[in-house]
């Protein structure tokens, strides 16, 4: 890794503690493949290592960081009700492509499809902001504004992906099959903040924390944010 880019992360080990990082899941659904980053098990509940957990969120960033600034594509998916708005937050930052909310289908295995709906969407909008649609009744505007808002409902973030991302970023590796599963075909490497009861081989740079916890997984986009931002 290139010695210019090598950053200390700033990510305080008693904050992490109070976002409740450390918190896993129950020892009942608990992934043995995760067993490396988990320091304890307390009350049936795994306690994860932060010290690792630090360890990998800066080797995640290095990793993000040398590949954007050799020009490459980071996806950020936030498919979580606790990280949705922080995925975006940081993407939008960044000048990152994202989805967040709900994947959709083929976003990286049928991806001529997935940037026609969005040229499409970018059409619309502009005959509507040319007056183009000023001809027609005030019920057919109305249907094509409503068209052009569930376009942006599912593509408003995929307008900066003109290409097949480098690397797709997931704040949830347990709750982002789908994506990764794209990913993985299509041989796109793979980030994820990845919980106990996740299978860490499924990626190349797992984050082990509570993805469960906004605070927890609003601590990491964050620092993420903060670092990419140089």
């Not at 009700?81 to 990152?96: T, Y």
């Not at 094509?144 to 797709?168: C, S, T």
């Not at 590796?173 to 490497?189: C, D, H, Q, T």
Request: charged residues 30%; hydrophobic residues 40%.
């Amino acid at each position: 890794m290139s010695n210019e880019l090598i950053t200390a992360n700033p990510i305080d080990y008693e904050d992490m503690l109070k976002s409740g990082m450390h918190f896993g899941r129950k020892r009942t659904v608990f992934n043995p493949k995760m067993s490396k980053y988990v320091f304890t098990i307390r009350n049936g509940i795994c306690i994860i290592d932060l010290l690792k957990t630090k360890t990998q969120i800066d080797d995640s960033i290095q990793f993000l960081k040398e590949t954007m600034t050799a020009g490459g594509t980071v996806l950020f998916v936030g498919l979580t009700k606790q990280s949705s708005d922080g995925v975006r937050a940081l993407a939008e930052a960044i000048g990152q492509p994202y989805v967040a909310n709900r994947w959709i289908g083929g976003c990286l295995t049928n991806f001529k499809v997935i940037t026609s709906r969005v040229r499409k969407l970018e059409e619309m909008e502009r005959q509507l902001a040319t007056g183009e649609l000023d001809k027609y009744t005030k019920k057919e505007r109305l249907m094509f504004e409503r068209q052009i808002a569930k376009l942006k409902r599912n593509f408003e973030g995929l307008r900066k992906l003109g290409k097949l991302p480098d690397v797709v970023f997931v704040s949830s590796l347990k709750e982002s099959a789908l994506p990764i599963n794209e990913a993985r075909i299509m041989g796109v490497k793979v980030v994820a903040v990845a919980n106990t009861d996740a299978n860490p081989e499924h990626v190349e740079f797992a984050i082990p924390a509570n993805d469960r916890s906004k605070k927890s997984v609003d601590m990491i986009l964050d620092i993420m944010k903060e670092e990419l931002k140089k």
